[in-house]
Nanobody, 115 residues
Framework: QVQLVESGGGSVQPGGSLRLSCAAS????????MGWFRQAPGKEREFVAT???????DYLPSVYGRFTVSRDNAKNTVYLQMNSLKLENTAVYYC?????????WGQGTQVTVSS
């Protein structure tokens, strides 16, 4: 059974940093694309960042240069380093892993940016 467990969320002031982690279990995910989405209150879930099995990355334009997605295939873990956080980055962040028709989600971790 595939399970994704996120950690690293919390509260931070504007300009601060957080690092999210998502540990996947249940199979080997080296062939899977791994990434992050988020959902702010009253809004739909949106794409944030993704990293392919070869290490190619893609980002939501508004986070480019501030967020960095990375992965450790030996640990089946994907990370999201978030720097220079802004008030509008407040959301529940979800880990996602996918390959062909398969797609799995974590339970989400809250990130709150407030002064």
């Amino acid at each position: 059974q595939v399970q994704l467990v996120e950690s690293g969320g919390g509260s931070v002031q504007p300009g601060g940093s957080l690092r999210l982690s998502c540990a996947a279990s249940g199979r080997t995910f080296s062939d899977y694309e791994m990434g992050w989405f988020r959902q702010a209150p009253g809004k739909e879930r949106e794409f944030v960042a993704t990293i392919t099995r070869s290490g190619r990355t893609d980002y939501l334009p508004s986070v480019y240069g501030r967020f960095t997605v990375s992965r450790d295939n030996a640990k089946n873990t994907v990370y999201l380093q978030m720097n220079s956080l802004k008030l509008e980055n407040t959301a529940v962040y979800y880990c996602n892993v996918r390959h062909l028709a398969e797609s799995y989600w974590g339970q989400g971790t809250q990130v709150t940016v407030s002064s």
